[in-house]
């Protein structure tokens, strides 16, 4: 069992930067897939990015070129450019190596319990 705790979620502004973190219980990721999703009030939790155990990186096209998922024993999840439409609750999400998908919240074995990003306007 994997206990993910992630950390970094606050109030920011648009605009702003933020850095959210996610470490293991484990103590590292690296054998690890792991994503970043994020859950809205009234809404679906949805993919937005993940990195792979070889380091290939993908991302939703909703956050492509302003979010950078990253990884050395934790992984991140560095936000720039933030506007109000990526407040939600960002969650940590791993699995071991496998041939599953990468998007869906099903694809993971092992989450952390949530940090809350609040973008104002």
């Known amino acids: 069992q994997v206990q993910l705790v992630e950390s970094g979620g606050g109030l920011v502004q648009a605009g702003d930067s933020l850095r959210l973190s996610c470490a293991a219980s484990s103590g590292t990721l690296r054998s690890y897939a792991t994503a970043w999703f994020r859950q809205a009030p009234g809404k679906e939790r949805e993919f937005v990015a993940a990195?792979?155990?070889?380091g290939r990186t993908y991302y939703a096209d909703s956050v492509k070129g302003r979010f950078t998922i990253s990884r050395d024993n934790v992984v991140y999840l560095q936000m720039n450019s933030v506007n109000p439409e990526d407040t939600a609750v960002y969650y940590c999400?791993?699995?071991?190596?496998?041939?599953?998908?990468?998007?869906?919240?099903?694809?993971?074995?092992?989450w952390g319990q949530g940090t809350q990003v609040t973008v104002s306007s």
């Open positions: 999400a791993a699995r071991p190596v496998s041939n599953r998908d990468l998007v869906r919240p099903s694809d993971y074995d092992y």
């Open positions: 990195i792979k155990w070889n």
